[in-house]
Structures are given as structure tokens and as C-alpha cells.
């Protein structure tokens, strides 16, 4: 016979794995919790907003800053450092375009970035099909 305890996802040992317990004190099951309503991101002060995760603040969507998708897509060197400005401690980069020493740090970010968007050629074959899609022009543009 259960006591009320392991009724209510509690044992003998200490409590269960249950997040929370699936009966009430009657033995009727109770409904999943819904999760948090999670709030749409706000604009902040001037021309950067913040972002839904993580409270990132992005620069403002111009063509200073993010070039066209014609031309690889992408942050341009000044929306990098107009992002490095608002969120001090930033490591981003722009992308590895040049010609590069083999091993070298570059040549590194370049084998990685291609490995991940090959990976995105097989998980979107219409974009991989399509020379003037966003993913491809990125690739163009990185040299892969």
C-alpha cells in the first residue's frame, strides 16, 4: 500500500526524479504545468535593440552595417565594431575573405565555418541548389 507521500512523487529515500508530482492528493493525475510566457524583445535606447536570448544588442539594420545578400550577406567591418562597442567583450569577427597561410588562425576560422555551412548545404538542399541563395553567396564570399 502507498502512503500519501509516494502518492505525491515522494519515496522513502528522499524525493524522485519527478519534476513535479502527476497526482493529486486524491490519486486524480493533474495537468503538465505550461511553461513561461516568454516577453518579445523591446527596443533600447538609440539605434540598438536588444535581442529575444541572451541580451545581446544588435546594431541598426542599414547598409553600413550588414551588406546585401548579392554580396555574401553578413556584418561589414562597421557593423562589427558597432557591435564590439555595444557589447564590450565581444569576440566577433568578420569573415575570412583574403588569402590566408595554411594553419594559420585564419585559415582556421575559414575550414571551420565551411565545415558548418556544408553541414547546412545537406540540411537545406533547395538553398544549396540556388547559386543566388544566402548560403551560397555566404560561401562564395568565405572562399569554401
Same mark, same amino acid.
Given at each position: 500500500m502507498?502512503?500519501?507521500l509516494?502518492?505525491?512523487?515522494?519515496s522513502?529515500?528522499?524525493?524522485? &526524479?519527478?519534476p513535479?508530482?502527476?497526482?493529486?492528493?486524491? *490519486? /486524480?493525475r493533474? %495537468?503538465?504545468?505550461?511553461? $513561461?510566457?516568454?516577453?518579445?524583445?523591446?527596443?533600447?535606447?538609440?539605434?540598438?535593440?536588444?535581442m529575444?536570448?541572451? *541580451?545581446?544588442?544588435? $546594431?541598426? =539594420?542599414? @547598409?553600413?552595417?550588414?551588406?546585401? #545578400?548579392? /554580396?555574401? &550577406?553578413?556584418? #561589414?567591418?562597421?557593423?562589427?565594431a558597432?557591435?564590439?562597442? +555595444?557589447? $564590450?567583450?565581444?569576440?566577433? @569577427? #568578420? +569573415?575570412v #575573405?583574403?588569402?590566408?597561410?595554411?594553419?594559420? !588562425?585564419? +585559415?582556421?576560422?575559414?575550414k571551420?565555418?565551411? +565545415? =558548418?555551412?556544408?553541414?547546412?548545404? /545537406? /540540411?537545406? %538542399? !533547395?538553398?544549396?541548389?540556388? %547559386?543566388?541563395?544566402?548560403?551560397?553567396?555566404? =560561401?562564395?564570399?568565405?572562399r569554401?
Amino acid at each position: 500500500m502507498k502512503t500519501g507521500l509516494e502518492i505525491l512523487g515522494f519515496s522513502r529515500s528522499g524525493y524522485s &526524479a519527478k519534476p513535479y508530482p502527476l497526482v493529486d492528493k486524491e *490519486g /486524480k493525475r493533474k %495537468p503538465k504545468p505550461k511553461p $513561461p510566457v516568454r516577453k518579445p524583445f523591446r527596443k533600447s535606447e538609440g539605434k540598438y535593440r536588444k535581442m529575444k536570448r541572451g *541580451g545581446d544588442v544588435m $546594431p541598426a =539594420r542599414n @547598409k553600413k552595417n550588414f551588406r546585401p #545578400t548579392e /554580396k555574401g &550577406a553578413g556584418m #561589414t567591418r562597421a557593423g562589427v565594431a558597432a557591435y564590439r562597442r +555595444a557589447n $564590450p567583450g565581444s569576440k566577433l @569577427k #568578420t +569573415a575570412v #575573405t583574403g588569402k590566408v597561410k595554411p594553419g594559420s !588562425k585564419a +585559415a582556421k576560422r575559414r575550414k571551420s565555418f565551411c +565545415a =558548418r555551412s556544408a553541414g547546412q548545404m /545537406k /540540411k537545406f %538542399p !533547395k538553398a544549396a541548389k540556388d %547559386p543566388n541563395s544566402r548560403l551560397r553567396q555566404a =560561401r562564395r564570399r568565405w572562399r569554401c
